[in-house]
């Protein structure tokens, strides 16, 4: 079945740098990968995603890319707020599962 | 639309009591999702339903849980008899697609379940 693999599972940056999540998966059938924030407390909500057919989308400060000959998958922040700071987590949908497979998750601190 | 709705937001019981944690998910969705979180085993999925029916429950820790879903817009997680390895936030998500559904997953604001 799918795994998906998160690095790093912790990161520390300053204000206003940019900050760079990757996921990789193990099933090339995959095609659907969202990203997840979590604040402390809250529930995971949805912040982008990205389909196989498309290898890059943009939403403002965040931006996700797409290797599928590679199988990874990175979530970029540029211009990063304190508010950014959470628990980040990729996704993997497809395949042979019919549910989307969560990486461990990267816990991001944003120093003002 | 108010979102997947879990109810009870906090739930504290002693071991050996039943526990039934209850989502309501968003209007018109046909999958529905129950997740468990800790922070030794991170996100995991136990059981997902479409149109009511279980599909996948492979990752159902023991036979101690069980869920339902009897209509459309409800489902519970039971947990008979609980333990205090139980204690995790249990998420109810929801979402709406095809045979394989490669859309968005929203979740509740979840359980945090403590088992004493």
């Known amino acids: 079945g799918e795994n998906v693999e998160q690095h790093p599972s912790t990161l520390s940056v300053q204000e206003g740098d940019s900050a760079v999540i990757k996921c990789t998966y193990s099933?090339?059938?995959?095609?659907?990968f969202p990203w997840y924030k979590q604040e402390l407390g809250k529930r995971p909500q949805l912040i982008i995603d990205?389909?196989?057919?498309?290898g890059e989308k943009k939403d403002q400060r965040i931006a996700v890319t797409l290797n599928k000959t590679a199988k990874h998958f990175s979530l970029h922040i540029t211009e990063t707020q304190p508010e950014d700071s959470a628990v980040y987590f990729c996704?993997?949908?497809?395949?042979?599962?019919?549910?989307?497979?969560f990486g461990k998750g990267t816990k991001l601190s944003v120093k003002p | 639309d108010a979102g997947v709705i879990q109810s009870p937001r906090h739930e504290v019981t002693e071991m050996g009591q039943e526990v039934t944690l209850r989502c309501k998910p968003i209007?018109?969705?046909?999958?529905l999702f129950w997740y468990r979180q800790t922070m030794m085993r991170g996100l995991e999925l136990l059981i997902y339903?479409?149109?009511?029916?279980?599909?996948?429950d492979s990752g159902m820790p023991e036979d101690r849980f069980s869920a339902k879903m009897p209509n459309a817009s409800f489902s519970t997680l039971k947990i008979q008899p609980s333990e205090p390895r139980d204690s995790a936030v249990y998420f109810c998500?929801?979402?709406?697609?095809?045979?394989?559904?490669?859309?968005?997953?929203?979740f509740g604001d979840g359980t945090r379940l403590s088992i004493l």
């Open positions: 998500a929801s979402s709406f697609g095809t045979a394989y559904s490669n859309q968005p997953q929203h």
């Open positions: 339903f479409n149109n009511n029916v279980p599909i996948d």
């Open positions: 996704a993997a949908f497809g395949g042979s599962q019919g549910n989307l497979i």
């Open positions: 209007s018109g969705h046909d999958y």
């Open positions: 990205i389909r196989s057919n498309v």
């Open positions: 099933d090339s059938a995959s095609n659907y």
